[in-house]
């Protein structure tokens, strides 16, 4: 293998031979010559939680004079991870068949592991179908197109939500209530509106609350009492990333879900909160031997199942 210079890079020639022998002159047509690389542009935020965005694309543009390009490899650098070590990632591709002209992309897939921050293309490899590769480092990428990007992941969140406030929307459900216009064979639901947020530590960001379930359960079971004959759940969710304080809206059909539930006065006991980066709180209330008194967050806390 011999190597020359390139521009704030390395190329290396396959040559053939080895072991100290001589080498023979290579024969006209001899593909001795690396492939080039002729631009590069990667996509400059990727989050790694979200549902479209979460990859990150590199698109290359490169040639090969003989033989052909076969295949890519790139090396991503990024801040030190909480281990004290340098974050490293790697992606590649190899082509169907090779070709002397070539535009296309790799893509790199960051994970929930992935450390956050400013990350670097810092290293591309090029190989044509006779060995030869070139290697293109983080001087010679600058000048052939944008190589940094952001690395968003909110998966690195580890704290927990917090409730802010809530509201009953219904504070009575009969037992024979039904829609309007008649239709008895469909629920007939309750709804709780919840005022959320997702706290983060300093130097990540908030995946944002992600689901919420509300435990009620019928006053005189209280406090260890409650079975599935007097207790129903609400609960909601958000379909996408939201982050901030915002409202979350849960319901449940208590009659429909089970029709042997007894009548009764029920009183809000448990509220459960979960983030997209799976972090989760449940809070207790002082009915239910806890520590949360919900009278402090809810106008009501109770609701009525009537006849």
Not at 167 to 182: C, D, I
């Amino acid at each position: 293998m011999r190597w020359k210079q390139c521009v704030g890079g390395l190329v290396g020639v396959a040559l053939g031979g080895g072991g100290g022998a001589a080498l023979a002159a290579p024969a006209p047509g001899y593909d001795q010559t690396a492939p080039q690389l002729t631009s590069v542009q990667v996509s400059p935020v990727v989050d790694v939680l979200a549902s479209e965005g979460n990859q990150v694309l590199v698109d290359l543009s490169a040639t090969d004079n003989l033989t052909g390009l076969r295949s890519i490899y790139l090396q991503f650098t990024g801040p030190e991870g909480p281990d004290g070590y340098t974050a490293i990632a790697f992606a590649s591709r190899s082509l169907s068949a090779p070709v002397a002209s070539w535009q296309g992309r790799v893509v790199w897939t960051p994970n929930t592991d992935t450390v956050p921050g400013a990350w670097r293309l810092t290293e591309v490899q090029l190989t044509d179908l006779n060995g030869n590769t070139a290697r293109y480092d983080e001087t010679a990428l600058a000048g052939l197109g944008s190589s940094t990007l952001t690395v968003r992941n909110a998966a690195k969140d580890a704290a927990a939500p917090k409730l802010v406030s809530g509201l009953l929307l219904n504070e009575t459900l009969s037992q024979t209530a039904t829609l309007p216009g008649g239709y008895s064979w469909l629920p007939v639901y309750i709804q709780a509106d919840l005022v959320v947020r997702d706290r983060v530590q300093r130097g990540y960001i908030a995946s944002g609350v992600n689901s919420a379930e509300l435990t009620f359960c019928e006053q005189t079971a209280l406090p260890s009492g409650c079975n599935w004959y007097n207790q129903f759940t609400l609960e909601g969710s958000v379909g996408w990333r939201r982050t901030g304080q915002y409202t979350l809206n849960t319901s449940g059909a208590p009659f429909h879900d089970n029709a042997y539930l007894t009548l009764g006065r029920y009183e809000l006991v448990k509220v459960m909160l979960v983030d997209r980066a799976g972090n989760q709180i449940l809070l207790t209330g002082t009915s239910m031997g806890g520590e949360t008194d919900f009278s402090t967050m809810f106008p009501s806390t109770t609701i009525t199942l009537t006849p």
